[in-house]
């Protein structure tokens, strides 16, 4: 038999994590909205209930909604991240194999639990919601895909008390026939649309089709689908992630930016960002992407867009280093006379830190300058983001992201501690 797999989602998640330091708010409909206060991106169900959709921008919403009574927040990454981090530290408590697969979510193998597999799963919720406030469903099967059905079933369903274990094919197929196709995981309306035109109507004929007339007829990837469905496991679990490819640190700005030293301030805080990313996973960049645009929803502007890479002797991890690479592209960029929206960083060619290897003329980072680069990590770590940075960052810039309701960093800053 098939080791089963749990998938441990956390409920409305940005939702619940404003909710946690603020009981007021619960049984309130709540709403967090995307950078500079945009789009939808997280809804309590009572916002739901108000009809509010998922990715709607803000400024139709409020138009086409009675938005009295709503709770509206801004995106507050830092607080969720942290709240990410306690919930997995807590799960890792539950099953020695952990793949966290988003910021919200969890799979979790649970091979030697099958005589107990109910009453794991709602221990496993009932520490959860204890130790960080958050509240999470549990789908277990004997597949990922199977698991997320289970677990979209499970937070459908109130009987269900969030957790539903599907391992008999009686019990699948029921869970088959309340749902799309669409509420598949990873089958977009397309693809839906390409299912039913080859006489795959709903998520039950996928179960029951043959896997090779699928592949035929789409791709290798739903050929995986139906044999995920029919209990037969295909994506594996993750226990460590797979090495980066690449590391981006991009924002859309608060304001429209005119001035070359306003755009230099915001290039090099998203080369220290991402290059903070590098270090914490031991990796060093070869090349640097830098790239601009002006704000393409006002078509009366002048319209611009445009990247420059920069590729480094040897690969480094010195925010120093890659600033100095990222202004180089920045001089081939930069036109006066426009308004940028948005400038983003990327970097490339990423090779593990301790195997750099230095040329005739070039040598890999100095000890002594990843030293300070590991203290100021640290600092910043400890005191909070932006504790200490490059003097060319600015320290009080105008074109950060605009987030008018934004709640308190209650668990990363001093200054934002809950009082009691």
């Known amino acids: 038999m098939t080791a089963p797999i749990a998938l441990v989602d956390c409920n409305n998640f940005y939702a619940s994590c404003e909710r946690l330091f603020q009981p007021k708010l ?43 009574g709503i709770i509206v927040r801004s995106s507050n990454y830092t607080l969720y991240g942290d709240m990410s981090a306690r919930v997995m530290r807590v799960l890792e408590g539950f099953s020695p194999d952990l793949e966290v697969y988003s910021i919200d979510e969890a799979f979790l193998g649970l091979a030697g639990f099958e005589s107990r597999l109910d009453a794991h799963a709602r221990e496993m919720r009932a520490t959860v919601l204890q130790w960080t406030g958050i509240p999470v469903s549990v789908g277990i099967a004997p597949t990922k895909t199977l698991a997320k059905l289970a677990n979209r079933t499970a937070k459908k369903t109130p009987e269900s008390g969030g957790v539903l274990v599907l391992l008999t094919s009686a019990e699948q197929e029921a869970a088959l026939e309340r749902v799309e196709l ?16 080859i006489g795959i109507k709903n998520p039950l004929d996928l179960r029951q089709a043959d896997a090779k007339f699928v592949r ?27 090495d980066r490819k690449m590391i981006l ?13 306003e755009l230099e301030e915001a290039v090099t805080t998203h080369t220290a960002r991402a290059a903070e990313k590098l270090r914490r996973q031991n990796l060093a960049c070869g090349r640097l992407t830098v790239f601009v645009t002006t704000d393409k929803h006002r078509p009366q502007d002048r319209q611009y867009a445009a990247e420059r890479s920069v590729t480094l002797p040897v690969a480094s991890a010195d925010t120093g280093k890659l600033n100095h690479a990222a202004m180089r592209a920045l001089d081939a960029l930069w036109r006066s006379g426009l308004e940028y929206k948005k400038a983003g960083v990327m970097l490339l060619n990423l090779v593990a830190a301790d195997t750099v290897q230095g040329g005739l003329f070039d040598r890999p980072d100095d000890p002594k300058a990843m030293a300070r680069m590991r203290a100021l990590d640290a600092l910043n770590a400890k ?9 060319a960052m600015g320290r009080k810039p105008g074109w ?21």
């Open 182 to 197: 669409t509420d598949l995981w990873g089958v977009a309306h397309r693809m839906a649309e390409r299912l039913q035109a």
């Open 249 to 261: 640190a991009s924002r859309s700005f608060g304001r429209r930016v005119t001035t070359r030293r």
């Open 383 to 391: 005191y909070g983001r932006g504790t200490v940075t490059f003097a």
């Open 26 to 68: 619960r049984g309130q409909p709540v709403v967090v909205l995307s950078n500079n206060d945009g789009c939808v991106i997280a809804r309590s169900n009572e916002a739901k209930a108000l009809g509010i959709e998922m990715g709607e921008p803000w400024h139709i919403c409020r138009k086409r909604v009675d938005t009295q």
């Open 400 to 420: 950060k992201l605009r987030s008018d309701f934004i709640s308190p960093r209650y668990t990363t800053a001093w200054e934002d501690l809950l009082t009691v």
């Open 216 to 242: 035929m007829h789409t791709s290798v990837v739903m050929e995986r689908m139906v044999l995920e469905l029919q209990g037969i496991p295909c994506i594996s679990l993750e226990e460590a992630p797979p």
